[in-house]
């Protein structure tokens, strides 16, 4: 297939194309996307792997995300240091895992890291208390968000331990039908 | 190997498919049946463009058998996925309202399918036929007034459109009598057309196959949408899983923020109440309440169905003058008005119940406005089966009965949009001027049970207008955009959060059970004890429209040795009653024998989780572990159970730039030890859930 495109080179495309969900086409799309976001920062030949990273506030403005309340935690668990800026690497990765064609495994182990706030490789109390506050918008009083969080617990905390490791997760995401069609970002 | 599974792409999938055929290597092949791997695999291709899944294809170690059968679903799929119509309006719907109110929507896509199904079937062998060898018309044609396309009758009456257009002889035969006839040799180079034998066989075909979609269809999508142990952890799954990514209107998200306050808030409270003992004095009185309401909406639906009786049995006492044709428009009328009605008013009287639980509610009210339709539908087809026939001994009682349905048809699509624009529009603008309210909710489930009454109005009318589900297709076209613009401007999205996946279950088997399995038996009444009329029609000189059949088996034996096998089977096996409860109890043994077997998996299922709480977890559960059946260096080691193509592996953007810019050894990152890999494969593959945890669910 004759590539017109002088961004990567034919080795990066077919190795982008290996390790996302995307076509070439998508994959061209989107970075013209990212560099939309910053077009001082980002150049237009990514043939020697610039380092280049796109500071966090330009991400989450994107029209896809700037109205989601878990816009930090996706960009901080998708970037290199967990600051939330990304690379172009991490950028794709992003919107592959949260594609259409993405399996639940794939997007039950991220979602998993999303909701883990503090990054313990569980989800206790706290990163519930935090998931809740930012899906309600903080309208709810101190003690209703304690009381969903404990039956959450109950309901989901297959070892009794207090707090959700990733199977206690995948188990209670293999319950829910409808997780393929809400973790899901349309770009 | 690595680098060269990503840079050369030819070798990847060869390697993953030999990969999935090989196993791990220990004695138990763990491998996929092919049509699985063939799946994961055209999955895979698919996301390609096509130059370059050409060039991959050419280049996998398969065989050129296999190659030929992925070539062929790949181009299969990529087709119909070009076919699908309103792709980008069902996204906008979906995205702006949510994927309860899109579950209407791809609910009337499904019926669309079904009726196009059917219409193709019936065009192809009846109406097609028919139309290349049209019979002498009896009498002048009546002129085309615009009247026609309300009532069905007029100028559409001697045409394809109706039953008594058909001829009962072998058409494409110069002196084609009677069935038995037929001695006369057809011409050379053309085929005889049994009509008779056609019209009969069409539709008992056509139901079959639609029976067999149907039934195919609730139990995928019930397949997809029922899960062991589903129905607790609602809480963590409204938590989890009901925040939709896809929202990306600050109004939207907003709106979405709200209902899940409300969801949670809904959920406590319903808890709550269930924690808090009620006095029995309150329970007593709760239960009044209740079998109040159910008694009101049970006699408000017996009394819809003795209005109808009433009103049918007063037009066939009522001498209808012929040119009077709006007089034939009231019934459907009346009808239609019923219908649309009483729901609202069952509406009014459910909130006098208690309301303990809003998804109960939600089905309650489904079930009693379908109890009502069911009424209504029950009894006018004991008026048409029942009286009509006998009434109109000497008139063609099969056009009537079409026309009628036909009326119906047209009347219930009136009535729907004059109920979108007073329901929706002008309520929306009262809310919003004078009540200060925000705009009114689309009602799904009564939406939903509008289209399923449409479409047993169709089944039922097939046998007696075989054109009737092209007007049923134009009539859902049209309601799509109507209800879609409707949405767009008038509506918002529901505010209790439906389970998306189970409503779409529950549509197709309330289209399935009641809907199909009535509209079936009437069929079958219709076809085995109703007399045809004598003066019109394929069947007019036969005792029921089943002896057509019988009849041309009769033929078939007289017609010599080599066709004996036919009569034979139809003797011993289809009018053979002891065939018949033969074959229902085998039917009835297999299915009791699943029952028992998914019973003892989810008995497994239990065990297995009591397990896993008895086991508390060990400090060591990080993640890293979890990737102990990643295999992403040396083709000698042994392979997870199932192959999965390397982008469904986390941990990428490390493994990416390693590959990407070619700058560090990627066999660096990933690192398993003997006794994961060991862990993981003693858990046996089959007693793993059904959707299966994948590679690092259990160590």
């Keep these: 297939m004759g590539s017109k495109q002088t961004v990567f080179t034919h080795e990066q495309l077919e190795a982008y194309q290996d390790c996302t969900f995307f076509t070439r086409k998508e994959i061209m799309r989107l970075f013209h996307r990212y560099q939309d976001l910053a077009p001082q920062l980002v150049p237009l030949d990514y043939t020697t792997c610039p380092d280049v990273k796109v500071p966090y506030e330009l991400i989450g403005s994107m029209p896809e995300l700037k109205d989601n309340p878990f816009r930090q935690r996706i960009t901080q668990v998708f970037s290199d240091d967990g600051d939330g800026h990304m690379t172009l690497d991490n950028f794709l990765d992003m919107f592959s895992v949260m594609s259409e064609m993405a399996p639940r495994d794939l997007k039950a182990y991220y979602a998993f890291k999303i909701y883990d706030f503090n990054n313990d490789d569980y989800i206790c109390a706290w990163d519930l208390e935090q998931t809740v506050t930012k899906l309600t918008r903080g309208e709810l009083s101190a003690e209703e968000v304690s009381l969903v969080c404990e039956k959450v617990l109950d309901e989901a905390d297959g070892d009794h331990d207090g707090r959700l490791s990733l199977e206690d997760f995948q188990n209670m995401i293999l319950r829910a039908p409808d997780f393929l069609s809400t973790f899901h970002i349309r770009i | ?699």
């Excluded at chain 2, 899940?260 to 009044?288: D, F, G, M, N, Y």
């Excluded at chain 2, 439906?498 to 219709?526: D, K, N, Q, R």
Aim: a positive charge; charged letters at 15%; glycine letters at 8%.
């Design chain 2, 1 to 699: 190997m690595s680098g060269r599974c990503l840079r050369g792409t030819q070798a990847c999938p060869g390697f993953r498919l030999q990969a999935a055929g090989r196993g791990t290597g220990d004695g138990r092949d763990l491998s996929l049946p092919l049509t699985e791997k063939q799946s994961l695999l055209v999955k895979e291709l698919q996301s390609l463009a096509v130059a370059q899944r050409d060039h991959m294809l050419r280049g996998m170690p398969l065989s050129l058998a296999e190659k030929r059968s992925l070539r062929l679903g790949l181009a299969l799929l990529s087709s119909l996925q070009a076919l699908t119509p309103w792709r980008y309006a069902l996204k906008r719907i979906g995205g702006q309202f949510g994927s309860s109110v899109l579950s209407y929507f791809l609910f009337l896509k499904t019926l669309l399918a079904f009726n196009a199904l059917l219409l193709l079937l019936l065009l192809a062998f009846m109406v097609g036929p028919q139309a290349a060898f049209p019979p002498a018309l009896p009498g002048p044609v009546p002129v085309c007034t615009g009247l026609e396309l309300l009532t069905g009758s007029g100028c559409f009456t001697h045409t394809v459109m109706y039953y008594g257009h058909y001829s009962n002889a072998t058409l494409n035969q110069p002196c084609g009598g009677p069935l038995e006839g037929g001695r006369c040799s057809p011409r050379v180079g053309s085929l005889p057309y049994n009509m008779p034998l056609a019209y009969l066989f069409s539709v008992g075909m056509g139901f079959f196959i639609t029976c067999i979609t149907l039934v195919y269809s609730m139990a995928h999508s019930f397949g997809e949408s029922y899960r062991v142990g589903s129905t607790s952890g609602i809480h963590a799954i409204t938590v989890f899983c009901s925040w939709d990514y896809k929202v990306t209107q600050k109004r939207a998200s907003r709106l979405q923020q709200d209902n899940i306050r409300t969801r949670l808030k809904e959920l406590l409270a319903e808890w709550q109440l269930r924690q808090s003992p009620r006095s029995v004095c309150r329970r007593l009185r709760q239960a009044a309440a209740l079998g109040l309401t159910w008694l009101l909406c049970l006699g408000m639906a017996l009394g819809c169905a003795v209005a109808v009786h009433v009103f049918s049995e007063f037009m066939i006492q009522s001498p209808e003058a012929a040119g009077q044709e709006a007089e034939l428009l009231v019934l459907p009328l009346v009808v239609g008005l019923l219908n649309l009605g009483a729901p609202y008013l069952c509406r009014i009287l459910a909130a006098l119940e208690p309301q303990d639980s809003p998804v109960l509610e939600v089905y309650v009210a489904i079930c009693r406005n379908l109890i009502l339709k069911l009424a209504i539908l029950g009894t006018l087809c004991y008026h048409w089966l029942g009286r009509r026939v006998g009434v109109l001994r000497d008139q063609c009682w099969e056009d009537l009965v079409g026309q009628e349905l036909y009326r119906f048809l047209v009347m219930d699509f009136i009535l729907m949009l004059l109920d979108t624009l007073f329901g929706e529009l002008v309520w929306r603008i009262i809310s919003e001027k004078k009540l200060k309210r925000r705009k009114p909710e689309f009602d799904i489930a009564r939406n939903v049970l509008e289209l399923i009454y449409g479409q047993t109005l169709t089944w039922l009318g097939v046998l007696f207008s075989p054109l009737l589900p092209a007007v049923q297709i134009i009539k859902l076209l049209l309601v799509f955009y109507v209800k879609k613009a409707s949405l767009l401007a008038n509506c918002q999205a529901p505010r209790r959060p439906w389970l998306a996946s189970h409503m779409s279950t529950v549509f197709l088997t309330l289209l399935c059970f009641p809907a199909f399995l009535g509209a079936a038996v009437f069929l079958c009444y219709a076809v085995w004890h109703v007399k045809p009329s004598g003066i019109c029609g394929p069947f007019r000189t036969l005792d029921t429209m089943y002896e057509a059949g019988r009849v041309w088996v009769r033929h078939l034996e007289a017609g010599g040795p080599r066709v004996s096998w036919l009569p034979w089977v139809h003797r011993y096996l289809v009018e053979n009653t002891f065939f018949v409860f033969l074959v229902s109890a085998l039917l009835l043994a297999v299915i009791y024998l699943n029952i028992q077997v998914v019973r003892g998996q989810r008995k497994v299922i239990c065990l297995l989780k009591e397990q896993i709480s008895n086991v508390s977890a060990p400090t060591s559960a990080t993640l890293a572990p979890t990737f102990s059946v990643i295999w992403v260096t040396l083709p000698s080691t042994p392979l997870p159970a199932y192959p999965q193509p390397l982008r469904t592996f986390p941990c990428m953007p490390q493994l990416l730039r390693g590959f990407v810019c070619q700058t560090s050894d990627p066999e660096q990152y990933v690192h398993f030890s003997a006794s994961d890999k060991a862990a993981v494969r003693q858990i046996p593959r089959d007693l793993q859930e059904p959707t299966g945890l994948g590679p690092w669910g259990r160590v």
